[in-house]
T-cell receptor, first 113, second 112 residues
Framework: AQSVTQPDIHITVSEGASLELRCNYS??????LFWYVQSPGQGLQLLLK??????LVQGIKGFEAEFKRSQSSFNLRKPSVHWSDAAEYFC???????????FGAGTRLFVKA | DAGITQSPRYKITETGRQVTLMCHQT?????MFWYRQDLGHGLRLIYY???????DKGEVPDGYVVSRSKTENFPLTLESATRSQTSVYFC???????????FGPGTRLLVL
């Protein structure tokens, strides 16, 4: 069965520091992988996605993620965090029949000055 | 304006009452989804629809009813609201089943 695990419920980083949010998935075939961001009081917005090809994908707002099949991971990174990045981040996995996309529980990012 | 909208944005109701949450999208996307978001559970799929008049259950469908008579609308009805249905509800749409989902701003529902 599909599943997504985001091991960190919340993370605090200093502004300007690097960021890595972890995501592990379980899926029986080649997954479609997504990272979404949710600002307070808002809906979710796509940051980036991986369907196939280059395992390092670039997204909006300077984020990137790397698909590692051997580790069943799709970690999100940013080299330098800005205060405006404070939000909740969701990893999601799907495949053919993507209407069964499963979302992780989310990681809330706090940014300190 | 183009996009996906939800109404109402906030709703307070009482147990046993019927409540309908509306979702409208202007992209003519085939797929539409309803999720609920609760602390500690992330997003859970309630129902989805692959096209007009085609709907199917998600992970947590009990107590909810959906319909899709038109491609652009996907209302969610709580037939007899319960306190456990207090949540934030998100509607989303996508052009293809495995493609990016576009989310509405959400409806905050409180059941007293």
């Amino acid at each position: 069965a599909q599943s997504v695990t985001q091991p960190d419920i919340h993370i605090t980083v200093s502004e300007g520091a690097s960021l890595e949010l972890r995501c592990n998935y379980s899926y029986g075939a080649t997954p479609y992988l997504f990272w979404y961001v949710q600002s307070p009081g808002q809906g979710l917005q796509l940051l980036l996605k991986y369907f196939s090809g280059d395992t390092l994908v670039q997204g909006i707002k300077g984020f990137e993620a790397e698909f590692k099949r051997s580790q069943s991971s799709f970690n999100l990174r940013k080299p330098s965090v800005h205060w405006s990045d404070a939000a909740e981040y969701f990893c999601a996995v799907g495949g053919t029949g993507g209407f069964k996309t499963i979302f992780g529980a989310g990681t809330r990012l706090f940014v300190k000055a | 304006d183009a996009g996906i909208t939800q109404s109402p944005r906030y709703k307070i109701t009482e147990t046993g009452r019927q409540v309908t949450l509306m979702c409208h999208q202007t992209w003519s996307h085939s797929y539409m989804f309803w999720y609920r978001q609760d602390l500690g559970h992330g997003l859970r799929l309630i129902y989805y629809s692959a096209a007009a008049d085609i709907t199917d259950k998600g992970e947590v469908p009990d107590g909810y009813v959906v319909s899709r008579s038109k491609t652009e609308n996907f209302p969610l009805t709580l037939e007899s609201a319960t306190r456990s249905q207090t949540s934030v509800y998100f509607c989303a749409s996508s052009g293809l089943a495995q493609e990016t989902q576009y989310f509405g701003p959400g409806t905050r529902l409180l059941v007293l």
